[in-house]
């Protein structure tokens, strides 16, 4: 359903042929949502950095296939999830505290 949903932009990590993980952007109301996961095989070796990176410039880039703009980029973390929190920080997004987590955001 998302794969074919204009308003998502779903991408696969791959290094060295094999797949390490996955990313999406889902837009909603001028906001892209990140939503990504990396196998935990690959835990502990700075692919959940690249996958943010290497995503968000794929969706900047193809934003015009995008049915909806977007002026900001945001993402859910969990107050365990120390990696994913450093991730977000390294790459300068703004970060909000909540009850159990945290809201990163990021104008484009």
Known sequence: EKVDNPDCKYFIGENN???FGSIR???VNNEAIISFLVDPVYHGQGFGLIMLRKG???LVNEEESISQRFEII???VLKPNISSIKNFERLG???VEYQDKFKFTKQI
Do not use: A, M, P, Q
């Open 74 to 76: 945001s993402g859910y």
């Open 17 to 19: 042929g094999k797949l």
């Open 25 to 27: 952007f889902d837009i």
């Open 56 to 58: 968000i410039e794929k």
């Open 93 to 95: 997004f703004e970060k």
